[in-house]
């Protein structure tokens, strides 16, 4: 069992940065990340959104984790398509380049529409900035494909993944499970389910640690330690 995370406490937050910019100190990325971070507990897109304000205001450029969170709150809450990629563009001009977290958030969109060219447009695009393909970036493919009831595509992707060294988790074999009771093979749905029970569960998620069991669930959100600067090609919209 994980301990419950604690309440945000945004008095108390409050207090600390009237009491950093009484002294004249400057706030650097690190105390925004976990702004960030609280705010992402809290579901609070118009807290997100001021933590960018400010860091821009403040001439921070920081990485990609406060964005990323954006991003997973704004994918969760089912805003649309348009609004996501507004998000990223604002991202790439503020300087900050988008990390592994970052289009494993935002594929989620259109795998769960079965848009496989977008999503491979996405995965395409990664390769092409030398970013990581993680198990998440894997699941979105399967995802895209099964929603489309394209069997062979989805075990091409998975053999993939295993190319790569990585194993489909729960949620990926629940995927495929689901595919197949609706194209009707009983036996190919009940091999996925036992292939999932033994599986190991998806607690992190496309962020990095995704709650609900899956990519696209909300996360809990851990941002980079004492990083600056850049994002990294890995993270965790944290990073599942």
Sequence with gaps: ???????????????????????????????????ARAYHARESEEGLRWVLDQMHEEGIQGDAFPHNALLNLLVVKGRRRETVEAVVQGMVSRGVQPDTVTFNIIMQVPAKEG???????????????RLTLDRFSFHNLIGAYSRRGKHVEAWEAIHAMRSAGLEPSASTWKLMARMYTRLGDSRAAADARRRMHSATSDRRGALGASGGGGVGGSRRLRPPSGKRGRGRGRGRLSKH
């Design 115 to 129: 848009d496989v060219p977008e999503v491979l447009r996405l995965l395409q695009e990664m390769r092409r900035r």
């Design 1 to 35: 069992m994980h301990a419950s995370q604690p309440t945000p406490d945004f008095s108390a937050v409050a207090a600390v940065l009237a009491e950093a910019r009484k002294d004249h100190l400057r706030l650097d990325a690190t105390v925004y990340n976990v702004l």
